[in-house]
């Protein structure tokens, strides 16, 4: 019983204090200071964020087998919700595909397959083939 109360204050005070954490902020700031944009700044950002996503999601899921193939998901995940959300370096991107190669970019970062300097190296390379070449 005194867990149970125990619980139940505590979602009280979170529910009451809340709300008042959200009226008095800024406008431009971000709620308990968790700030995605910072998290999507550069190709390393975002491949150290899936390291960290992929660990919960293995601590959480219980599924040990399947880390390497979960961090390629996450990284190509976070990659479309970068996309979706405007966020650092996926803000100005157009194409579906070309966040797709960044993801799996990040996956061969986040997996310790490539460098991050050999991944950009073939980035770039790739967006200058796709470029229109101008006459």
Do not use: R
């Amino acid at each position: 019983m005194k867990k149970l109360l125990k619980i139940v204050l505590c979602m009280a005070v979170l529910f009451i204090s809340l709300p008042v954490i959200v009226f008095a902020q800024e406008g431009g700031s971000i709620l308990l200071g968790f700030d995605l944009s910072s998290y999507f700044v550069s190709l390393a950002a975002v491949a150290a964020f899936t390291v960290v996503v992929t660990n919960v999601l293995i601590n959480l899921l219980k599924i040990p087998k399947f880390k390497q193939l979960l961090s390629w998901v996450v990284a190509i995940a976070l990659a479309f919700l970068g996309w979706g959300l405007k966020l650092g370096i996926f803000s100005e991107m157009v194409l579906w595909w070309w966040v797709l190669i960044h993801g799996i970019g990040i996956g061969l970062i986040a997996n310790g397959i490539f460098d991050i300097k050999v991944v950009q190296a073939i980035l770039n390379f790739i967006g200058n083939l796709i470029k229109p070449k101008e006459e």
